[in-house]
């Protein structure tokens, strides 16, 4: 009868060592599916915020070969200021996102991806906290070269670039908003 016990304990300890070892496997490939899941989101995150990059490098370089074109009757020092003002913007730009390469985050450990993506958003508040008052100011003196240069009344020359101004902030607001977004998920997304 005791025997018949110990042969029935350890069959049945037998059965519970497969039944968590079966549980082991799915639970592996879960992590491994879930893993894969948000590696792909993360992949689509990183490729929007890549291309507000490459967005806004190309605006710039669009923006110093056609300030020579464009404002040709405007002071040479404003010219050139503009033109170093976008390479300087355009240089920046691509060295905040060049630690961003999609394949090599692929790779990476989370802990690694989520550090890079707090690093790029600080780095784009940064630039934002930098770069506002010197847009502000360029668009001042922009006014000012066209005031001087137009017969038109300054009153509605200031109007037109300020109404121009206002409709580049929203757009590179949604812009800046749309990489901070997807840096906030990333890192959530990692660290839940």
Known sequence: MENE???TEQQELESLRSQMDLLRKKLEQETIVNEKLMRETMKSRVSTIN??????IGAAILMILWTPLAFNNLS????IATIVFMAVDAIATW???KQIN????MSED???VANKMKTLKKSYQWS???????V???CVWFCSEIIQQSDAPWQFMAGAIAFGAIIGFFIALKMYRKVIDNCDAIIQQIEE
């Open 5 to 7: 016990n110990t042969i």
């Open 51 to 56: 291309r507000q990059g490459w967005i806004s």
């Open 76 to 79: 040479t020092v404003f010219i």
């Open 95 to 97: 060295i905040i996102h």
């Open 102 to 105: 999609e394949r090599q985050l």
């Open 110 to 112: 989370m802990r690694t």
């Open 128 to 134: 934002t906290i930098i770069e506002l008052p010197l």
């Open 136 to 138: 502000i100011a360029w």
